[in-house]
């Protein structure tokens, strides 16, 4: 502990040298540090399979002849990456501790030549250390967040080719049906990159077709045309040093698919309004439903922006040639939709988990997430039965030998029980209701007429 009370961090000192280690230790303990002291590189890297600190000083000279400092770095760097470590070094070994700097140590010091100097980089380090570990523990949660659910052998082969991609800075395509989740792929390939601490920035290439959409992805010079009042910067200035995702980008019109291929192919682009070019450090990834092959035949995709996209190709398969995933999903959706709207967790009875699996999903992932809250909301219970998927679903899970309905019949059907079932939720609050069911209050009073309901029904 420090003389205010405080405890500064935790430094393994690592050294060959009792006398110096001695002295160093104890002027750290004074200044609060608790120190953990270590003399043979085994003692070191056991240490820290078994501890944590928040700072390794680390001796450059060992005199030995299987190691000496530099070797020690990188095992200490690939055991525990986020450790910060400062190299101790003699006058005459600068040159070799600005080598371990560029290995990835922190920084150096030399032997007891300037305490202030000293305890400052020690300060600096754990400071430095500790908001590295953070940022990695955030970046953890983001990775969950945006986790891919299944355990199919096309999710597998699919993660396969994330953990491949990942590390790259290759330009991904992305292809599958609306749904199927291809925005998830592309974050878990930029959460996973070297890129990972930059930005990850979404744009609907559906969205720039006018005259506005090189200075959105470009941006543009105060002045460059009619109501451009001030420099902006584009959506790739924006992603600089991180990764641009163009979703459906076969909606793109051929113009801005050769201002496109042209930052493909050279690293740069150049704002509206502006001569010079501006270099290019962003990862692309693009996605699309549509088969751009037959695009490219009915001359409405260049084929030259085709090949540079397709680097690397990930296709998603539709929900319904992967069921083994549902009840993954259906389950992963179950518990985080109820944790947050109710702030406990749901589950499903078996039969209910059946249905589910038993349907195509026409709108793969994103269908069955939606589904899934509005049976959570609308069900009432924590355990949600076949009833209540049958219910909400409208009768698409019929035994197959009966009759079908029309599917007039059905769809009615189906409102009227999601009406009925939100005014009860509602306990007969007909705003309350109309919120559930994100329909206009004026709406629900319509459609309560309508199907002949009662209010309090």
């Known amino acids: 502990m420090s003389e205010n009370g405080n405890y500064s961090g935790s430094i393994l000192m690592a050294d060959n040298d009792p006398a110096f280690l001695s002295a160093f230790s104890a002027m750290l303990e004074m200044r609060g540090y608790r120190t953990t002291i270590a003399d043979t590189r085994e003692k070191i890297l056991g240490l820290l399979k078994t501890e944590n600190f928040d700072l390794i000083t680390l001796d450059l000279d060992w005199g030995h002849d299987d190691y000496n400092g530099i070797t020690i770095l990188r095992q200490v760097l690939e055991l525990v990456p986020p450790l910060p470590v400062i190299m101790i070094t003699e006058h ?14 922190f920084n150096y010091i030399e032997k007891m030549h300037d305490r202030e100097k000293t305890l400052l980089t020690i300060k600096n380090a754990i400071e430095s250390g500790r ?25 597998e082969k699919i993660l396969g080719q994330i953990n491949l991609a990942a590390p790259t800075d290759s330009v991904v395509l992305i292809t599958g049906e609306s749904g199927t989740g291809k925005e998830l792929v592309a974050r878990q390939i930029h959460y996973q990159s070297r ?54 980008i076969s909606n793109a019109d051929l113009n801005l698919q050769a201002r496109l291929l042209h930052v493909l192919q050279e690293r740069e682009y150049r704002r509206v309004g502006e001569n010079d070019m501006r270099p290019c450090n962003v990862r692309i990834i693009a996605a699309t439903n549509r088969k751009i092959p037959e695009m490219i035949k009915a001359n409405n995709f260049r084929q030259d922006l085709y090949w540079r996209l397709k680097v690397i190709e990930i296709e998603i398969p539709p929900l319904s040639d992967r069921k083994e995933d549902i009840p993954l999903l259906a389950r992963h959706f ?43 909301i609308l069900a009432g219970a924590d355990e949600v039965s076949a009833d209540d998927v049958k219910s909400i679903l409208g009768g698409l899970w019929m035994d197959k030998a009966a009759s079908f309905k029309s599917l007039n019949e059905m769809t009615q059907e189906f409102r009227r029980e999601c009406i009925i079932r939100a005014i009860n939720l509602a306990e007969g609050k007909i705003a309350r209701a109309a919120e559930i069911l994100q329909i206009d209050r004026t709406h629900l009073y319509k459609l309560i007429n309508e199907y002949q309901l009662k209010e309090g029904q």
């Open 92 to 105: 005459g070994s600068i040159a070799t501790a600005v080598e371990a700097i560029r290995i990835g140590a």
């Open 131 to 155: 908001l590295k570990k953070q940022n990695l523990a955030f970046l953890e949660e983001i990775r969950k967040k945006y986790e891919i659910i299944g355990g199919s052998a096309v999710i």
């Open 195 to 248: 890129r990972a601490q930059g930005k990850f920035v979404t744009v609907d290439s559906g969205t720039l077709t006018d005259s506005l959409a090189e200075s959105e992805l470009f941006g543009h010079r105060r002045g460059a045309f009619t109501g451009a009042l001030n420099d902006r910067k584009g959506l790739f200035e924006v992603a600089e040093n991180g990764t641009l995702f163009l979703d459906e």
């Open 334 to 376: 179950i518990r985080a939709k109820s944790l947050k709207n109710f702030g406990r967790e749901y589950h499903f009875a078996p039969e209910a988990i059946s249905l589910l699996a038993d349907y195509n999903w026409p709108g793969n992932v994103r269908e069955l997430e939606n589904c899934l809250e509005r049976i959570i």
